[in-house]
């Protein structure tokens, strides 16, 4: 009996299980939060795309300019300079020239004697035959060259770091449009400013990625409180930061940067960012009509401006004459 009532008073004893909590270690701490600083999610497990787009088109740069080096280093071809003419953005290529200015004399770049050399016969030269003078091309070609390893260097490091964290989110379809739209954009916006100069790279296109991840990070700190601090570090780190020290090289090496051809894609990339995401401001609740009606507005107003822009320099474009170049 004694027994029997010391088992049961044991069996009526409260059984419980300890879990012990899950313990992180600094180390995954600070990998979860090196992720989250190269990431644009809002919320969690968002689906991801891959960035077939930027890869590829990083890609195909180093390609073409590392077989213009290999044949100006080792076979002693200056295939650059004729690579350049062709793809090159300049505008006396790709638009009449007046007859006035085709037949002014000009000094011949050719070895032959006691030749009378036209401005007209020079230019087409320097812009080969092909389609002269409407290479419409070299809208999209001047972004495939660059001017040396540092040029490219530059612009492969802000193309994958906006492209792939851009194209990761929203698809390769927005920023292929984004993209070339920016990259067409700083062509006519250098094209405002002095139609005689050519151009070269992949900058204006950047900048347009650059400026679209602006409006996409600063409409995400309107709508996610909780890692506003984290995305204000990414601007600073990605945005700012870099800005200002392509402005300090350039200002301190003496390198002529095209500053027309960055406005014409980032003013692209910034009205198609709010276009599409909305105008990045502290407005009331999102459940709010009014901030629903005014965000409606302002896509409305961005596409709006966005297609003027476009309408008023292509119009120029193709009503315009190729002015005389100094250097054809």
Same mark, same amino acid.
């Given at each position: ?7 049961? +008073? ?17 180390? @995954? ?8 600083? *190269? ?13 077939? *787009?930027?890869?590829?088109?990083? @890609? ?15 076979? #002693?071809?200056?295939?650059?300079? =004729? ?9 006396? &290529? ?8 085709? +037949? ?39 972004? %495939?060259?660059?001017?040396?390893? !540092?040029?490219?260097? !530059? ?33 006519? &916006? ?34 996610? =409180? #909780? ?8 601007? @600073?780190?990605?945005?700012? *930061? ?31 960012? @709010?276009?599409? %995401?909305? &105008? ?17 507005? &302002? ?6 401006? %966005? ?18 170049? %100094?250097?054809?």
């Amino acid at each position: 009996m004694h027994t029997t009532d010391n088992i049961q +008073m044991e069996l009526e004893e409260p059984f419980t299980v300890q879990v012990d909590n899950p313990v992180f270690t600094k180390k @995954i701490t600070i990998c979860m939060r090196f992720r989250r600083f *190269f990431t644009l999610d809002v919320l969690p497990n968002e689906k991801h795309y891959y960035p077939i *787009f930027i890869i590829i088109l990083s @890609i195909i740069h180093i390609s073409i300019h590392l077989t213009t080096y290999i044949n100006i280093e080792w076979k #002693d071809q200056r295939f650059i300079y =004729s690579l350049h003419d062709l793809w090159m953005y300049y505008i006396p &290529c790709m638009r009449p020239t007046p007859y006035d200015i085709r +037949m002014r004399i000009v000094n011949c770049t050719s070895s032959i004697q006691n030749v009378t050399c036209y401005y007209g016969n020079e230019l087409k030269h320097k812009c080969f035959s092909f389609l002269y003078p409407h290479q419409l091309w070299r809208m999209f070609t001047v972004n %495939l060259i660059h001017a040396d390893w !540092s040029h490219l260097l !530059s612009n492969l490091f802000g193309q994958l770091l906006f492209g792939i964290l851009l194209e990761r989110k929203y698809g390769s379809l927005r920023i292929v449009i984004v993209y070339w739209l920016s990259n067409v954009s700083a062509g006519l &916006c250098t094209m405002l400013k002095d139609s005689r100069k050519g151009g070269i790279g992949a900058s204006g296109a950047i900048y347009g990625l650059s400026l679209f991840f602006t409006v996409e990070r600063l409409n995400a700190i309107t709508t996610n =409180s #909780d890692h506003r601090c984290s995305i204000l570090m990414q601007l @600073i780190i990605f945005v700012v *930061f870099p800005t200002a020290l392509e402005i300090y090289s350039a200002s301190t090496s003496g390198i002529t940067a095209t500053h027309f051809a960055h406005f014409g894609g980032g003013l692209v990339g910034f009205l198609f960012g @709010i276009g599409m %995401l909305g &105008c990045p401001c502290p407005c009331p609740s999102p459940s709010n009509n009014n901030y629903c009606n005014f965000q409606m507005a &302002c896509r409305e107003i961005a596409y709006i401006f %966005l297609f003027i822009y476009f309408v008023f320099t292509l119009t120029i474009f193709f009503l315009m004459e190729a002015p005389y170049a %100094l250097q054809p």
